[in-house]
Each structure stands twice: as structure tokens, then as C-alpha cells.
């Protein structure tokens, strides 16, 4: 440790961690926020340090999407009760798109034991660097769509065929949901083109992020993306729905000053003996337009 202090040589070493990791004090002001917390968060320590973390400015959530600010937020419950936390919750990024994470949260105590501040960990349930490269691989072989970063029409298609041959063979259940984006009309004729190319990609890497790495999702109409649940039956699949569906409304865009609120409509169907590519999607939308019709960020399964 030459030529540092024994603290900043441990604060050298904490800024520099690709886990996220930020540390307050007992009233809440954020006093460090590391490389980690940059890289997942896309907040950088000078718009983050000094804030009071009291505003949930990551928009934090739960496992069911319910809002953990306030006295249900992981910090204000360490202060409370003070002994450690753990929890999987999503973030909101920067950008706006929804990112499960793992969370641990724990108090530090003074020499007589008194609670001074607190700490958070997290790291990415998937990781964000992986994400990168293989979108970077399928970029470079034409399988992603432009506007919204995930697998384009023909690739998700090709997958659904697949697993239609593999069920055919060994039926183990799958299932595939539309999803479309509430009144994009409206968002465009408010916000202009640019709004809808920021509410595409917003809302794919939301639900990207929020899908198994065994599931596939691409863009498949112009307002419609198409997700395809493996291992996912009957039984599992409204579920699933709903847990993609409140991700997305928990989604924040700022555009121009103003915050774009973000639905989605949802129609399920899982697969059935003989079907093909048609006869799935077919049932699906009309899932889909059933949400529609009754206003919309609501989900339909089709049996």
C-alpha cells in the first residue's frame, strides 16, 4: 500500500469494483457511489453524491412491482430494524428500462454500536456486459431490429419455429405472449417520432431484462413484440404475463422535461398439439385484442 493511507487505499479499490456499491448517512445523503453503480445505473457519482436517497430516484420495486419507497424502502428498513437485508428488486436505469438486480443492504455501526449510515450492494440478475456482447454478435449478423435492440421479425420467427419442431418431438410445454405498446399513436402525435424511437427501445430492453435467458423476444409488428416462454405451460403463463406487463408500467421516460408514461397490452396462448407458427400467433393476438378493447395494460391468455 505504498504512497496510499490505509482508507484510500480501500476506497480506491471499492470506486473501482464492477459491482455496485454506495454508502449513506444516517439521514440519507448519499456519500459514495462506486464505478459499479455508474456502469449498472447509468447515474454518474456527481449527479448522485450529496442526493437524499429518500426520493427512490432508482425507482425501486419488488418482486411483484410493488413500490419500496419511503418506510418500505430497503434503506429505511436497515435503519429501522438494523440488521442486514437481502432481496431481489429491479431498478429503473437512467435511460428509463427496468434492471433485476440482487440486493444486499447492511448498517454501519460506530465504535458503540449506533447506527452512523448505511450500505448497498448490487449486481445485475443478468448481466449487462453479457447483454452487450451478444447483442454486439447479433448486431453484426443482421438479427436485431434497429429501432427497438431486439431480435428482429424473421430471427423470434425462426425461434418459434423451433420450438414448435422441438415440441413435436418432445412435448414439453412452451408459450408466447404479444405485447403492444398502449396508444403509441398518441405518444407520437404529443411527443413526435423521437419519442417513439426512445419508447421502443425503453421497452424492449425492459422486457429483455425481465425475461429467462432461455426465453426470446424481437419486435414483431410495428407496435407489437413477440416473447416466446420456454418450459412455460398453461398454468404459468398469466403470471408471467403480469410480472412483464407491471415491469414495463414501472418504466419512466423523460422527454423534453416532461415523464411519458409507458403500458402495455398483453395476449398469451401456450402451445397445443399440431399448431404452427400461425395457429399460435393467430390466438395470441386475438388475446391481444381482447386487452385492447377493454383499455388496454391488462393481460389475455387464450386457451
Known amino acids: 500500500m505504498s504512497g496510499f493511507g490505509e482508507g484510500e487505499f480501500f476506497r480506491t479499490v471499492l470506486e ?155 412435448p414439453i410445454p412452451f408459450s408466447i405472449l404479444c405485447i403492444e405498446i398502449d396508444q403509441l399513436d398518441k405518444i407520437q402525435a404529443r411527443d413526435g417520432p423521437g419519442a417513439i424511437a426512445a419508447v421502443l427501445r425503453v421497452v424492449g430492453h425492459t422486457l429483455e431484462n425481465s425475461l429467462r435467458p432461455t426465453d426470446f423476444l424481437g419486435r414483431w409488428q410495428e407496435n407489437q413484440f413477440l416473447a416466446i416462454l420456454t418450459q412455460c405451460s398453461a398454468a404459468e403463463i398469466e403470471g408471467a404475463s403480469e410480472r412483464l406487463r407491471r415491469m414495463v408500467s414501472a418504466t419512466k421516460i423523460e422527454w423534453w422535461g416532461d415523464s411519458v408514461p409507458i403500458t402495455t397490452s398483453l395476449g398469451g396462448t401456450s402451445v397445443r398439439p399440431g399448431d404452427s407458427p400461425e395457429g399460435m400467433v393467430s390466438r395470441a393476438e386475438q388475446a391481444l385484442r381482447s386487452s385492447s378493447a377493454q383499455g388496454g395494460n391488462r393481460t389475455t391468455v387464450r386457451e
Request: glycine letters at 10%; aromatic letters at 8%.
Open 16 to 170: 473501482g469494483l464492477r459491482t455496485a456499491v454506495y454508502v449513506v448517512n444516517r439521514e440519507g445523503k448519499t456519500l459514495f457511489w462506486n464505478d459499479g453503480a455508474e456502469r449498472i445505473t447509468g447515474h454518474l457519482r456527481q449527479d448522485v453524491v450529496g442526493r437524499v436517497c429518500g426520493d427512490n430516484f432508482l425507482g425501486e420495486t419488488d418482486s411483484d412491482n410493488n413500490d419500496l419507497s419511503g418506510a418500505l424502502a430497503p434503506l429505511a428498513v436497515v435503519f429501522r430494524e438494523g440488521k442486514p437485508l437481502e432481496a431481489q428488486v429491479s431498478l429503473r436505469h437512467k435511460t428509463g428500462h427496468r434492471i433485476p438486480v440482487q440486493l444486499w443492504t447492511f448498517p454501519i455501526r460506530d465504535a458503540q454500536g449506533l447506527i452512523v449510515g448505511a450500505a448497498q450492494s448490487f449486481q445485475e440478475i443478468i448481466s449487462v456486459s453479457d447483454w452487450d456482447r451478444r447483442h454486439t454478435r447479433l448486431a453484426t449478423y443482421g438479427c436485431l431490429d434497429q429501432a427497438s435492440g431486439v431480435l428482429n421479425h424473421g430471427m423470434v420467427e425462426a425461434h418459434l419455429r423451433e420450438n414448435l419442431g422441438m415440441f413435436a418431438d418432445h
